[in-house]
């Protein structure tokens, strides 16, 4: 006679974590503490006057304590506002000409060195070279620059992903298109554009950080602008007032990594499928 053997059932409602999750949550926790312990030595002990004003480099805590302080006033979130706009209408910019590059890239494939040169070309303009020339064609008070330099800070990663995206898909299903008389656009709508999704959802996630930092380093040039992350950084500079600078840089990355995040949340929701392609773990 033999023993019963012994099962044991998860608890209804009870989420298992898997291992590589489990590693790199951790992970990314150690690494963010020890992160957290080498800026809080450094300040106390670099950058802390006799008088016990803080420097260049203020501890976290008092800077966390002035983001606090921060999203308390309604003029910071008019900046966060007007800097999200602009980063928004460069970013849907930029993917619409990333998608009309690669659909004709795909319809004429001799546009393929057009289509890369542009993007090298937009990836290589210094900043501070195309900032001057947008500011004098466009009117005072315009925010053409923030939109211009979140569109240079997003095209040449969305082309890249488009590019490789469309090309993705298996020469199998191009023929099976093929020979039942689709057309290269009946293709592209059947089969490369589903195909493409996994590194077109990377270039997105990618390119949402890049346009809101590209639209706050636009403010940086702005004439007649008064509102944005840019400007507020800059009139803390003017102040000397160190925490503050770095309480809005904290917030900027913030609103940055929550861009990341959103489109991730978004990207596995309508392709779960992709999740092992672009980073996540199935």
């Known amino acids: 006679m033999t023993a019963p053997s012994l099962r044991l059932r998860r608890a209804p409602g009870v989420v298992r974590i898997s291992r590589p999750v489990l590693t790199t949550t951790l992970t990314g926790l150690i690494g963010a503490i020890?992160?957290?312990?080498?800026?809080?030595?450094?300040?106390?002990?670099?950058?802390?006057?006799?008088?016990?004003?803080?420097?260049?480099?203020?501890?976290?805590?008092?800077?966390?304590?002035?983001?606090?302080?921060?999203?308390?006033?309604?003029?910071?979130?008019?900046?966060?506002?007007?800097?999200?706009?602009?980063?928004?209408?460069?970013?849907?910019?930029?993917?619409?000409?990333?998608?009309?590059?690669?659909?004709?890239?795909?319809?004429?494939?001799?546009?393929?060195?057009?289509?890369?040169?542009?993007?090298?070309?937009?990836?290589?303009?210094?900043?501070?070279?195309?900032?001057?020339?947008?500011v004098l064609?466009?009117?005072?008070?315009?925010?053409?620059?923030?939109?211009?330099?979140?569109?240079?800070?997003?095209?040449?990663?969305?082309?890249?992903?488009?590019?490789?995206?469309?090309?993705?898909?298996?020469?199998?299903?191009?023929?099976?298109?093929?020979?039942?008389?689709?057309?290269e656009l009946t293709a592209i709508r059947r089969v490369r554009l589903i195909s493409a999704l996994p590194a077109f959802l990377t270039a997105l996630k990618i390119g949402a950080p890049a346009a809101f930092l590209g639209a706050m380093t636009g403010e940086f040039f702005a004439v007649g602008v008064d509102a944005g992350v840019g400007r507020l950084l800059i009139s803390q500079q003017y102040v000397g007032d160190y925490t503050g600078m770095w309480a809005i840089a904290l917030l900027a990355t913030a609103v940055s990594a929550a861009g990341y995040a959103a489109l991730a949340v978004v990207a596995a929701a309508i392709a779960p499928w992709t999740r092992h392609v672009t980073g996540g773990r199935r």
């Open 34 to 134: 020890l992160i957290v312990v080498a800026w809080q030595l450094v300040a106390v002990t670099m950058f802390t006057r006799e008088n016990g004003t803080y420097g260049a480099v203020p501890p976290p805590g008092a800077v966390l304590a002035r983001v606090t302080q921060n999203l308390s006033d309604a003029g910071y979130w008019s900046g966060l506002a007007a800097t999200a706009g602009s980063a928004l209408t460069g970013y849907v910019i930029a993917v619409a000409i990333a998608l009309v590059l690669g659909v004709a890239v795909i319809l004429a494939p001799v546009l393929d060195a057009f289509a890369t040169q542009l993007g090298i070309i937009a990836a290589c303009i210094p900043v501070a070279a195309i900032s001057p020339i947008v």
């Open 137 to 183: 064609l466009s009117p005072s008070g315009s925010r053409a620059v923030s939109v211009v330099l979140a569109v240079l800070a997003v095209v040449f990663p969305m082309i890249i992903g488009v590019l490789l995206g469309l090309r993705a898909t298996s020469p199998a299903q191009l023929d099976l298109v093929h020979a039942y008389g689709g057309t």
